[in-house]
């Protein structure tokens, strides 16, 4: 009996590794769950899934700067689609306008020189997109840092904005004034090729 107290008495080893063995488990589960959160946390972060409020913060304020810019840049597209009614998709960036009609292949040509002026009043737009399973809405596309890719949208007055960024995927919005938008990234990089008809 002597034996068995010794064994398991207040200073003995035993006693100590048998105390002492779950908390270290718990703080080795804390440990690795810390490091799970942080590591996706990172990859999330880098890989543009997540709501990004300073870069809402930049847009909106670029915006606000160039509203007429934006705005000439959407009557503009709205010239183009009336002109090509068939159109599945149009696309205008700084060195070219490309037009897809159904059925057909793309067929591009240089910017005239007043596009080319209205196009160099938006900052940061990296093509300017027009398709037709999104009737009336004209998208400004900012890569940036891409991943994630960042849009202006114009839209028909009555468009319901969350909705719409819902089922399209989009992560989050913020109204800039009305008729225009800001969307968040799509996360998933095959779907907003698919919204994009790339």
């Not at 089922?167 to 800001?182: A, N």
Request: proline share 6%.
């Amino acid at each position: 009996m002597g034996d068995n107290r010794s064994r398991f008495g207040r200073g003995s080893p035993l006693r100590v590794v048998l105390v002492a063995a779950p908390v270290v488990l718990v703080v080795v589960v804390a440990v690795l769950v810390a490091w799970r959160v942080l590591v996706f946390g990172m990859l999330e972060l880098h890989f543009g899934a997540g709501f990004d409020a300073r870069r809402f913060d930049t847009l909106e304020s670029q915006f606000d700067h160039r509203r007429t810019a934006f705005a000439r840049a959407d009557a503009r597209m709205r010239q183009l689609a009336a002109a090509h009614p068939r159109a599945e998709r149009i696309a205008w960036t700084m060195a070219m306008i490309c037009v897809r009609d159904a059925g057909r292949a793309e067929t591009c040509a240089s910017p005239s020189p007043r596009d080319r002026a209205t196009y160099d009043g938006l900052w940061g737009v990296d093509v300017i997109v027009r398709q037709s399973h999104d009737r009336g809405r004209t998208f400004f596309k900012l890569y940036g840092e891409d991943p994630p890719r960042y849009t202006i949208m114009r839209a028909p007055d009555g468009t319901d904005v969350d909705e719409y960024a819902d089922d399209r995927g989009f992560r989050s919005t913020r109204d800039l004034t009305p008729g225009w938008t800001i969307l968040g990234p799509i996360p998933d990089l095959d779907r907003e090729n698919a919204q994009w008809q790339e």
